[in-house]
C-alpha cells in the first residue's frame, strides 16, 4: 500500500442628531456591523473546514471569481475604524534594559531541526479530510494506517507491512490503539466502531448506537469513548456485553477531537468549535466548557508531565492554539499559528509542542513551552496534514498528508527505554482487555 457576516443595532435618534453625527454610524453594543461582512466572509459560517484553497491555483481561481479577497486570510466580522496603532520606536517612555553588565554577548544553544524527513512511506487512497484521523502509533512500535475503507499496519522495527481489514460499507474515518498496543478500534463514515485483535487480525467487536460518521475515538483503560457527526460522545465498557455506558450530550456538531489524561479527565472537540472538560468518563455534565476558538477544534492533547494542561488548535477560521489548565478552567496562553491547526504533540524531554498544518505551507511547526515561541518549521509536504503520531519513545513522529504520503521526523530526543515500555502498565491493560466481549 506504501513505500520506503447583522444589520447594525442602532439606538433611535432624531434627525439632528443624524445631522450632527453625520455618516457615523452609532451602536448600542460594542457589536461589529454586519455591513462589514461580505459575501465571501460568510463562507466562513459554514464550519467546513474543508472548503480552504488545496494549492496555489486555488488561490488565484479564488481571488479571480470572488475579489481580491482571498479564502485564507479574510475575516468574517471586522470593525471599520480601526484603531491606529503607535510605532513601538516612538514611544518616548521605553526604556532599554540590559542583563549583560558586561556587554559580553552571551551565546545561546541553536535547537535543531531535521532539514528532512528520515523516511517517506506512499499511502495511496487516504482520505483528504480535515476531520478525520487516519493514523495512530502503537506502544509496540506499530503504526497503523487508514487508506479509505482499508487499514495497514506498519512495524517500524522491522519494516514489514500487512493488510488488517477492509470494512464493508463506507470508509475507515479514525483508528485508536489500546493503551497496551495489541487491540485496534476503528470508526467508520457508516457510524460503526469496531474493535480488532492486531496479532491474530481478527474482529472482536462491533459496537453501534450512534447515527452518523465516527469522528474521534480514545482509550482509557478499560474503557472505549467515540465522538460521532449525532454530536455525541458514547462512553463503551468493552468487557460487558450491554457495552454502552454512558451518552455525553453537550456539543451541538460533529465531535472530531477526543483525548484523556493519565487520571481519566476527558477532553472533547467538536466542530461548534468549543472544548468540553468531563472529570470523569461516566460524567453526565462537563466540569469546564472552552468557547475561545472560531473554528473547529481536532486538534488536542494533554500534557504528559502536567496532567491538567491542555493544548488544543483551531481549524482555518481560527488558526490559534491554546494552553489550558483544566482544572481551574483558565486560558494559560495563545498564539496564532497562522494556518488550519489539524494535529498536536508534546515532546517531553525538551518541553516543546509540535503542531500540523494545512493550507497554504502544509508544515510542522514546533514551539517552546509555556512561552509558545516558534522554534521553527519542518517542510516537504505538498498536502494538507492531516495529523500526527508519536513513536513509543517520543523521538519519532509520523506525518500523514493528503499528498498520499507520510512523513516520519526525527524530531525530539528518546525517553528513557523503561520510561516508553512502561511494562507493569502494559501488563495490566493486557489482563483488562482479555475479557473483551
Not at 520606536?89 to 535543531?112: F, I, M, Q, W
Not at 462512553?235 to 450530550?249: G, N
Request: aromatic share 6%; with cysteine.
Amino acid at each position: 500500500f506504501f513505500w520506503p457576516r447583522f444589520e447594525a443595532m442602532t439606538l433611535s435618534e432624531s434627525a439632528d442628531m443624524e445631522d450632527a453625527r453625520g455618516d457615523v454610524c452609532m451602536s448600542d453594543r460594542l457589536i461589529p456591523s454586519r455591513g462589514t461582512c461580505s459575501e465571501v466572509q460568510q463562507l466562513k459560517l459554514e464550519r467546513d473546514e474543508d472548503w480552504a484553497p488545496q494549492n496555489d491555483y486555488h488561490e488565484v481561481l479564488s481571488q479571480n471569481v470572488l475579489g481580491k479577497e482571498a479564502l485564507s486570510n479574510v475575516k468574517i466580522l471586522s470593525y471599520q475604524h480601526k484603531p491606529v496603532r503607535q510605532d513601538p520606536h516612538l514611544n518616548e517612555l521605553k526604556v532599554l534594559y540590559s542583563s549583560n553588565r558586561d556587554g559580553k554577548a552571551t551565546a545561546r544553544p541553536c535547537r535543531h531541526l531535521p532539514q528532512s524527513a528520515t523516511k517517506v512511506l506512499d499511502a495511496p487512497g487516504i482520505l483528504d479530510d480535515f476531520y478525520s484521523h487516519p493514523v495512530d502509533w502503537s506502544s509496540q512500535n506499530v503504526v497503523a494506517v487508514a487508506l479509505a475503507d482499508m487499514v495497514f499496519l506498519f512495524d517500524a522495527s522491522t519494516g514489514n507491512t500487512k493488510k488488517l481489514l477492509q470494512v464493508s460499507r463506507g470508509s475507515v474515518t479514525t483508528l485508536r490503539w489500546t493503551e497496551s498496543g495489541g487491540h485496534l478500534s476503528i470508526g467508520s463514515s457508516c457510524g460503526e466502531v469496531q474493535i480488532w485483535d492486531a496479532a491474530s487480525q481478527r474482529q472482536l467487536r462491533n459496537l453501534r448506537g450512534h447515527s452518523g460518521r465516527i469522528g474521534a475515538l480514545a482509550w482509557h483503560k478499560h474503557m472505549l469513548s467515540s465522538g460521532c457527526a449525532d454530536a455525541e460522545v458514547h462512553q463503551h465498557d468493552v468487557r460487558v456485553r450491554e457495552h454502552l455506558v454512558s451518552r455525553m450530550s453537550a456539543h451541538s456538531d460533529l465531535v472530531c477531537g477526543l483525548d484523556y489524561n493519565s487520571e481519566g479527565m476527558l477532553a472533547s472537540g467538536g466542530n461548534d468549535n468549543i472544548v468540553c472538560i468531563w472529570e470523569t468518563p461516566t460524567a453526565e455534565t462537563p466540569v469546564h466548557t472552552f468557547t475561545e476558538h472560531q473554528a473547529a477544534v481536532k486538534a488536542l492533547k494533554w500534557c504528559p508531565w502536567q496532567r491538567h494542561v491542555l493544548a488544543t488548535g483551531g481549524g482555518s477560521a481560527d488558526r490559534q492554539i491554546c494552553l489550558w489548565n483544566a482544572s481551574s478552567g483558565r486560558l494559560l496562553m495563545s498564539t496564532n499559528a497562522e494556518s488550519q491547526v489539524t494535529g498536536i504533540l508534546w515532546g517531553e524531554q525538551e518541553r516543546e509542542l509540535l503542531t500540523a498544518h494545512g493550507y497554504s505551507r502544509n508544515q510542522l511547526s514546533l514551539w517552546k513551552y509555556p512561552s509558545l515561541v516558534k522554534v521553527g518549521d519542518l517542510e516537504g509536504h505538498e498536502g494538507r496534514l492531516l495529523g500526527l503520531a508519536q513513536s513509543p519513545d517520543g523521538s519519532l513522529v509520523c506525518s500523514p498528508s493528503a499528498d498520499e504520503t507520510l512523513r516520519f521526523w526525527r524530531v525530539f530526543t528518546p525517553a528513557s527505554p523503561d520510561k516508553a515500555l512502561a511494562p507493569s502498565n502494559k501488563t495490566n491493560t493486557n489482563t483488562i482487555l482479555k475479557t473483551i466481549r
